[in-house]
């Protein structure tokens, strides 16, 4: 295939490297600018996988070969395009990706939060409601078709050395899913492509399931840790902030329910599968830390509007949201 990736960061690097193995035949390509573009042509894509163990000996990095350009016109129609921008980017990354995209190109969002097409031939009442919090004029679903858009969850943590160069830290894994819910004979080919490539990749029977679910975990802790600099052991180790997020998360489950996705599961499940995790900072504080714009819309901006589209009340949403962009607003992150 040709791939291209869109947002060569700690994600974008991760599944860029596993798919730009030589070995596999692929022809890759990035997007990149500024000194990630620099570094993509000096010394190709680069990445340090983790331990086989927690604590064990690194194993040595890898260096992929790899086209990169700051014009997606230069690199031309993909079989594949992976977007794995953060969210506040992508409204750029639609009005650039046209030259990429062909009749019969697979659009791979690998992002957090809710995307733009969740509700597209999915939520039952709900179904085919545009959401104004993660794209309020309407130009990301004009410019990247839905019909072509595969969904992607990402169960990794990796984060950026330097510019073109990633440190995976744990996990490994990868849901895809057709937003229809349809297991097409491509997205199995996709799924069987990334699994050839070494990842844990696995077909979902309803993506935004997946998305939902690993949403109500990270729709809290992500602002929390933002606003405070702390780890997730932290925040979930204080009683009063873990019951603050228990509220948060079951309003949220009552959306889900709403909507065709009910979560099984009570808060206090997912807190403990968190705690295993150990001392780890979120991507957000990472991006705050780092002085980028944080992911707010995508992961609780559209929360409280799937509240207002569904009747659901959602004060303590509503509270994180509001002390969350205060934070971030007076940083110049939001």
């Given amino acids: 295939m040709k791939i291209c990736i869109y947002g060569v960061g700690a994600i974008g690097g991760w599944v860029g490297a596993g798919l730009g193995q030589p070995a596999l035949g692929h022809s890759l390509s990035a997007v990149a600018r500024g000194d990630t573009l620099a570094a993509l042509r000096t010394h190709g894509l680069r990445l340090q ?44 990354v639609a009005e650039q990706i046209a030259p990429l995209i062909g009749p019969h190109t697979m659009v791979l969002t690998a992002m957090n939060g809710v995307p733009w097409w969740f509700l597209q031939g999915f939520g039952g009442a709900y179904a085919n409601t545009a959401l104004k919090s993660v794209d309020a004029s309407g130009e990301i679903a004009q410019h990247i078709p839905a019909a072509q858009v595969i969904g992607c969850v990402v169960h990794a943590s990796c984060s950026v050395k330097s510019p073109g160069f990633v440190q995976q830290h744990f996990g490994n894994g990868l849901i895809l899913g057709e937003p229809s819910g349809e297991k097409t004979e491509r997205v199995q080919a996709l799924v069987a492509a990334l699994a050839a490539a070494g990842f844990n990749a696995t077909l979902s029977d309803q993506i935004q399931k997946d998305t939902w679910y690993k949403l109500w975990g990270n729709m809290t802790v992500n602002p929390i840790s933002a606003i405070t600099g702390a780890t997730t052991d932290l925040i979930l180790g204080d009683e009063l ?20 996705i009910p979560i099984d599961q009570q808060p206090e499940d997912r ?12 991507s957000m504080l990472q991006d705050v830390e780092a002085g980028r714009s944080v992911e ?20 303590n949403t509503d509270a994180l949201l509001g002390l969350a962009r205060v934070h971030a607003r007076v940083r110049g992150l939001y």
């Fill in 271 to 282: 807190h403990k599968v968190t705690m295993k995790l150990g001392a780890f900072k979120t």
């Fill in 296 to 315: 707010l819309d995508a992961l609780v901006s559209s929360v409280r509007e799937l509240g207002q589209i569904t009747g659901v009340a959602t004060p």
């Fill in 49 to 92: 996988p983790a331990p086989a163990q927690p604590g064990g000996p690194l194993p040595e990095v890898v260096s992929v070969p790899i086209t990169a350009s700051d014009k997606p016109a230069d690199l031309g129609v993909q079989d594949l395009v992976i977007v794995a921008v953060k969210a506040p980017a992508l409204a750029n």
């Fill in 241 to 260: 902030v873990r019951n603050f997020i228990s509220s948060v998360m079951l309003e949220a489950k009552e959306i889900g329910a709403r909507i065709g």
